[in-house]
Structure formats: structure tokens, C-alpha cells
Nanobody, 119 residues
């Protein structure tokens, strides 16, 4: 399984951050997996953003829930993140990853993409 993030590396404050994760080697519609977004701000630890299940249902980090939307495109085997009203505090490396429900682990990760929020 391979995951690859894509999207703009620079976003202006108050605008919307949009990223897409393209999955190969496995279907995002398969049961037993969640498809997740995670970020790491500079000098800080990992922060879980949310996930989308095979059913299409979503779960978000409560601290980001009001600004976050995760969706999917099953025909292209992709899932996407939108984070609205961004500030410089949203600057981070953003990762997509697969969660195995069976093992409760993040078993596959994308390489990450740097997103900087700056005017």
C-alpha cells in the first residue's frame, strides 16, 4: 500500500487548506481500515486531525472539528482534507495514513507534505 499527499505548499491566512491523498495498492472502500490525516507543526509532536471510514463516516479531533472536513473520491481511490480559516499556527507537515482496525495501528503513511500559512 502506498499513500501520496498532494496540494499547495503555501496558503494565505484566512483561506482554505486543501490536500488530497492518493492511495495505491489498496482500496479506500475496504473494510477494517480508516483513512486518516495527521500533522506535525515545527518543533512539536504529531497531531491527529481526523479520519474517514470505508462507510464514508468521519471522525475529527474535537479541537479542529469546527474547521475540518474529510471527504473521499472512491472512483479515484483518493481522500481529501479541507481546513478552513487557516492561521500561521496551521503551518505543519501534513501526513495521510491508514489505520488498521485489527491492530489499532497506523500501518501505512505517506511521505508528508509541508504546508506553510503565510501572507
Amino acid at each position: 500500500v502506498q499513500l501520496q499527499e498532494s496540494g499547495p505548499g503555501l496558503v494565505k491566512p484566512s483561506q482554505t487548506l486543501s490536500l488530497t491523498c492518493t492511495v495505491s495498492g489498496g482500496s479506500i472502500s475496504a473494510n477494517y481500515y480508516y483513512w486518516s490525516w495527521i500533522r506535525q507543526p515545527p518543533g512539536k509532536g504529531l497531531e491527529w486531525i481526523g479520519y474517514i471510514a470505508a462507510s464514508g463516516s468521519t471522525v475529527y479531533n474535537p479541537s479542529l472539528k469546527s474547521r475540518t472536513s474529510i471527504s473521499r473520491d472512491t472512483s479515484n481511490n483518493q481522500f481529501s482534507l479541507q481546513l478552513v480559516s487557516v492561521t500561521p499556527e496551521d503551518t505543519a507537515v501534513y501526513y495521510c495514513a491508514r489505520i488498521s482496525i485489527a491492530t489499532v495501528t497506523l500501518d501505512y503513511w505517506g511521505q508528508g507534505t509541508q504546508v506553510t500559512v503565510s501572507s
